[in-house]
């Protein structure tokens, strides 16, 4: 059941979207609040489950991994069957995202792997388990993403520069302690930073400066948040588009970033071209865009597909 949240809720969960680790003081100077209640407000937000998890964004290119997003479309499954195959994608440590989706496909996945033959041994494992039950699979390498943020949160068309990840050709090397951290922050992003020294034995000022260097670096690339979409009241589409051959890509992408509830886009290989991720009110916001899309910018798409994630089993952006 959706939980009901007032104005300042809503800044803060703004606030934390764009930088969760953004200190109280921070947040209650942005929303006009004091440090108390701000703080409050963020307990009670992850009290209420709204706030699922305080999280990160991390670059894999930056690490030598590409990222595959897969799409299952399942057959003659049990109930019980069903449920092993969610728990085997969640707890593989080459998977970082699992979800299960209503329209053409029934799961989606994303692999993280070095090379294709890293990416063919995974696959081939869920295979040899679960292949009696898979009709269908389409493996989508993803080229880029542009991730924007919620800018719906505070109800006006904020233009925020999207975080691009693309291929890079330098891999950036890493230790133990750079692992430790982005492991620890991926579990909890807002962790401050004397816990997170102490629970890896290295000093405050080292913790602080290995996090600056990831985030230089561009391996850490957002602190963000993870929303329960059924506890905030709201939901969670992906749209798969199939771009005309002769459609200007990037014009294309520059009109669709106008949508606020447009939180991703990934540019994709193989039977689509585009996926964006939308965060809506409900069915009927959904339908809303679409028809306005259609209509404005129809010549650029030959297909559109529109599938519904109704549940997340796994999110997380450094499973390793």
């Known amino acids: ?35 108390v209640s701000a703080n409050h407000r963020i307990k ?77 041994k995974t696959l081939s494992a869920i295979n040899h388990k679960f292949g009696q039950y898979i009709k269908q699979r389409d493996i989508l390498p993803v080229v880029h993403a542009q991730y924007f943020g919620r800018r719906y949160l505070i ?19 890493m230790d133990k302690t750079d692992h430790k951290i982005l492991q620890t922050l991926s579990n909890n992003a807002r962790i401050p930073i004397i816990k997170l020294a102490d629970r890896l034995k290295i000093t405050k ?34 749209i798969l588009i199939v771009l ?10 520059s009109k669709i970033s106008n949508y606020n509830n447009l939180i991703r886009v990934i540019r994709l290989l193989g039977s689509c071209d585009i996926e964006m991720d939308f965060e809506v009110k409900d069915n009927r916001e959904m339908r809303n865009i679409l028809k306005e899309i259609k209509e404005k910018l129809g010549e650029y798409i030959q297909s559109i597909d529109t599938l519904f994630v109704y549940q997340i089993d796994k999110l997380n952006y450094y499973p390793f």
């Open 155 to 173: 109800g006006k068309k904020e233009f925020i520069r999207p975080d691009i990840r693309k291929k890079q050709e330098k891999i950036i090397k």
């Open 44 to 120: 009670r937000l992850q009290e209420r489950k709204i706030i699922e998890r305080f999280m990160i964004h991390v670059d894999y290119t930056r690490l030598g991994y590409n990222t595959n997003h897969i799409f299952y479309k399942l057959q003659n499954i049990t109930a019980e069957n069903e449920e092993e195959f969610y728990s085997y994608l969640s707890q593989h440590n080459m998977i970082g995202y699992v979800a299960r989706i209503d329209g053409s496909f029934d799961i989606f996945i994303v692999a993280l792997a070095r090379n294709n033959e890293e990416l063919d």
């Open 244 to 253: 005309n051959y002769k459609s200007d890509e990037k014009e294309f992408l």
């Open 1 to 35: 059941m959706a939980k009901r949240l007032d104005l300042y809720d809503y800044k803060i969960l703004h606030e934390l979207d764009k930088n969760a680790r953004a200190s109280a003081s921070e947040i209650a100077n942005r929303c006009r609040l004091s440090k």
């Open 205 to 238: 000022d080292v913790a602080h400066y290995r996090i600056k260097e990831l985030i230089r670096k561009g391996i850490l690339q957002k602190f963000t948040i993870n929303l329960n979409h059924e506890m905030f009241g709201n939901s969670f589409f992906k």
